[in-house]
């Protein structure tokens, strides 16, 4: 409507580039999405969260940005949300999934960048993207090369606040990251102009870990055969995750977990009780990247889970809640971060265990290890997991691919032979 478009312009957006990438959206959306059978009740939250993700959504921001609150907008599942929340700022995940901007970006970042880089360089290039317009203070990590060498450039076109991550998870590196948090905590007090005492901080970490916590529950209840919710649903409730006000999210997850129950209860599911059931593993599916879930559900498959950074390495672990003191809090934030097992580390043999344990909890028949091209830790890693896979009799497809619809008749006739041999 005319009030969001003021509001877009008043973010100095590209209105028509714009336009056409809700065009697409919508479209997308519609095909993907709506088109699903035997949805459940609060899928219909989704829908509308998804409809107004750059309407009322940035309303709310423009309206916390009045209050004067801060808007922080991150890239990675290692910026702590919980000091963010607890200096009143809104936090917002913006790394992109949607193939837009990219010619532009190639002119900052090289061809054989990741298309997630790409895309939220692109994003922020061709100014189609709200939440990246709204942001008081962008944060960016060194994690994989792709990424910290993007920061550097993205810099030039947005002021980008960068956190140091450790590649190894040794005494040292741990000390590494404590002293890294802390650094955020005071960019974050000075940002926003709040101290962030030991009750706000608190408050922060009880937040994020309710979050946590209805992801959680929403992950086990994926276990369930005939499968309760699809993947495709589930990916979006994940997504939805790093841009819906968390108080708000949390509370609408439980309700449909909730509905989930009754509908296991009832033996009630999206597919037949017969359907494959597949786990998605490796790089994150950032908003609106449904193109896998959507081709794997379209070849006779039901995906029951996501092994990825917009999945369960970013609700798997809570942060500690005993500590009473800022430095036990901190103490339990950082060790609560350093148990993300991103490939970004070495060595990372947390996450073999914890994508088999995970494929087994879930009741899975087979996983789809999916890596994004010219995505090196991730790459390396489809073989280490795959090895840990076959000891286990867990048989998986490797997918390498990007954000084009290019491949799309290719990579349907792959999973389609994969799915039939399960
Ligand atoms: S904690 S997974 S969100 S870094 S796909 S940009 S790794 S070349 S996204 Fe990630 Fe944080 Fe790790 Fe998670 Fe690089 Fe690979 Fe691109 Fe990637």
């Known amino acids: 409507d005319s009030a969001h478009r003021e509001m877009w312009e008043k973010l100095d957006m590209d209105l028509e580039a714009h336009d056409a990438l809700l065009a697409v959206l919508g479209t997308f959306y519609g095909d993907i999405y709506l088109s699903q059978e035997n949805r459940l009740k609060g899928a219909e ?17 423009e309206q916390a940005k009045a209050e004067g609150r801060k808007v922080i907008g991150s890239f990675c599942v290692f910026v702590p949300e919980e000091i963010a929340l607890a200096a009143d700022a809104v936090h917002v995940g913006l790394c992109a999934g949607a193939e837009a901007g990219t010619e532009l970006a190639e002119q900052l970042v090289p061809r054989n960048t990741c298309a997630l880089i790409k895309s939220f360089i692109g994003f922020k290039m ?29 810099n030039e076109i947005a002021p980008t606040y960068v956190m140091e991550v450790p590649q190894t998870k040794t005494a040292a590196a741990k000390a590494l990251w404590k002293t890294e948090v802390l650094r955020y ?65 949390t509370t609408k997850i439980n309700e449909l977990c909730d509905e989930l129950e009754s509908r296991i209860q009832a033996k009630e599911g999206v597919t037949p009780g017969t359907t494959p059931r597949l786990l998605l593993s490796g790089c994150p599916m950032a908003v609106p990247n449904w193109k896998l879930p959507y081709i794997v559900e379209g070849s ?30 901190i103490d339990a934030l950082v060790d609560r971060y350093m148990k993300i097992d991103c490939a970004c580390f070495t060595p990372n043999t947390e996450r073999l265990d914890n994508v088999t344990s995970l494929a087994k909890e879930l009741n899975a028949d087979g996983v789809i290890h999916y890596s994004l091209l010219f995505c090196q830790p991730y790459a390396h890693e489809t073989l280490k997991v795959d090895k840990a896979l076959q000891s286990e009799g867990i048989p998986m497809l490797s997918i390498e691919t990007d954000y084009s619809m290019e491949d799309v008749e290719q990579l349907k006739t792959r999973v389609e032979a994969f799915v039939e041999t399960l």
């Not at 939250?45 to 921001?61: C, N, P, Q, T």
């Not at 916590?213 to 929403?218: F, T, V």
């Not at 498959?301 to 917009?310: N, R």
């Open 45 to 61: 939250y989704l829908d509308f969260v998804l409809s107004e993700v750059h309407g009322l959504r940035i309303k709310e921001l």
């Open 126 to 154: 061709a100014k189609i993207c709200p939440f990246t317009e709204s942001s008081d203070m962008i944060v960016g990590e060194t994690t994989c090369d792709g990424k910290k060498k993007a920061y550097e450039a993205f």
């Open 185 to 249: 905590l005071a960019e974050v007090e000075q940002l926003t102009g709040v101290t962030i005492t030991p009750e706000r901080l608190k408050r922060g970490i009880q937040v994020a870990n309710d979050k946590r916590r209805a992801l959680q529950r929403l992950t086990a209840l994926r276990a369930a055969n005939p499968a309760p919710i699809s993947g495709r649903d589930a990916l979006l409730v994940n997504q939805i995750s790093f841009y819906d006000e968390p108080i708000r999210f």
């Open 300 to 329: 006779g498959a039901v995906i029951v889970g996501e092994e990825s950074c917009i999945g369960t390495r970013n609700s798997r672990d809570l942060v500690d809640e005993s500590g009473d003191t800022l430095d036990a809090m």
